[in-house]
């Protein structure tokens, strides 16, 4: 398991925990980040913030504060 913030360029992971309280949990589960979506990480900042994600077909762009929120299943954790 790691963190949204922590995958690499080009890796893919499945969302299975989405911490974090009220308006910002909310916010990120409105911008279709629950558990269960299958996430890309298309790009990344030279300081890592902010990152560029596709998830549901589409492309979102999300700050490191709320990506760290995110823990992920990768391919390597099963």
Do not use: C, H, Q, S
């Not at 949204?4 to 974090?20: D, F, P, R, Y």
């Amino acid at each position: 398991m790691k963190r949204l913030n922590e995958l690499k360029i080009g890796e893919t992971g499945l969302i299975k925990i989405v911490e974090g309280e009220g308006r910002v949990r909310r916010r990120l589960f409105d911008m279709g980040i629950t558990p269960g979506a299958r996430v890309y990480l298309r790009k990344k900042a030279p300081l890592g913030d902010p990152i560029e994600i596709t998830i549901r077909g589409y492309e979102l762009t999300l700050r490191k504060n709320e990506a760290i929120l995110v823990v992920m299943e990768t391919e390597g954790d099963k």
